[in-house]
């Protein structure tokens, strides 16, 4: 199942996406939370009559670095031993359709697709063997990057975490089993070019090991995400340019870059 999250006259709900075709799609509107037992109300709205908003509104975004081996290689970094993680703010997420807004202490901005998982229970100290259980769904991500902030500061906060540098979307594909999530093709492009293609099994650690890996030292909440990584092939975005990440069985999240006011 597809499950967006979305606002229309003023309100805010989630739905079931149907369809196949873009300009077909419809929303069954759920009754309560999709982190709970719920219902499909049978009440339906075109998606080209809402506004999609970021699928989930995490209390935390746990990114890992340096995950695809040719990515660390185009960086000039080893790849680590083991997971190497960090955080993106709430204050980051957007949804399909927004805009990045180019931050005014940067003049290197880079794109890097990612696949991004969302937590569907409280949980902590996961074991390998129950990190299935714990999982939602999945989405796509973008983890815009200051590139020469990143360079120049010891830590990444300020260079992976500015607002608007966290695109997830369009939606959140509940039906991929962990085993199929870890061989999905990732691309990502702009203004119609293709800059990143990958697959998922490119990963140094997988799904598993990055969720085992971050419950050991935290406790996470339905609606977290976990970035898992991106493929080589990064580079800059500039203003009015179009970002498409799209991965293989979920959909495609589209984001413009504009001018910060």
Not at 24 to 53: C, N, Q
Not at 113 to 133: S, T
Not at 148 to 175: I, M, N
Not at 207 to 225: H, R, Y
Request: net charge negative.
């Amino acid at each position: 199942m597809r499950i967006a999250r979305f606002s229309i006259d003023g309100n805010v709900a989630f739905g079931a996406v149907e369809g196949e075709k873009q300009d077909e799609l419809v929303l069954d509107i759920i009754k309560g939370i999709p982190f709970a037992d719920f219902e499909l109300s049978g009440t339906k709205v075109p998606v080209s009559k809402v506004r999609l908003l970021p699928p989930v509104l995490p209390n935390k975004v746990v990114a890992f670095g340096r995950n695809y081996a040719d990515h660390a290689k185009e960086m000039g970094n080893e790849v680590p031993d083991a997971p190497f993680a960090f955080f993106k703010p709430a204050t980051s997420v957007i949804g399909p359709g927004d805009e990045i807004q180019y931050p005014s202490f940067s003049q290197e901005v880079h794109h890097e697709a990612e696949l991004a998982v969302v937590i569907g229970r409280l949980c902590r100290e996961v074991p390998r063997e129950r990190v299935k259980d714990v999982i939602f769904g999945y989405t796509c991500a973008n983890d815009v990057t200051a590139r020469d902030v990143q360079k120049r500061e010891k830590q990444w906060a300020r260079a992976k975490g500015f607002d608007t540098s966290c695109p997830l979307g369009p939606w959140v594909e509940t039906d991929l089993d962990i085993a199929a999530a870890q061989d999905l093709t990732i691309q990502l492009t702009v203004n119609g070019g293709q800059r990143q293609l990958g697959r998922t099994s490119e990963m140094i650690h997988s799904i598993e090991d990055l969720i085992v890996n971050i419950s050991e030292a935290m406790t996470l909440l339905p609606g977290d995400v976990i970035l898992t990584g991106t493929p080589a092939g990064v580079g800059p975005l500039h203003v009015g340019d179009e970002v498409a990440v799209t991965i293989e069985g979920i959909g495609t999240l589209t984001n413009k870059v504009v001018k910060r006011g």
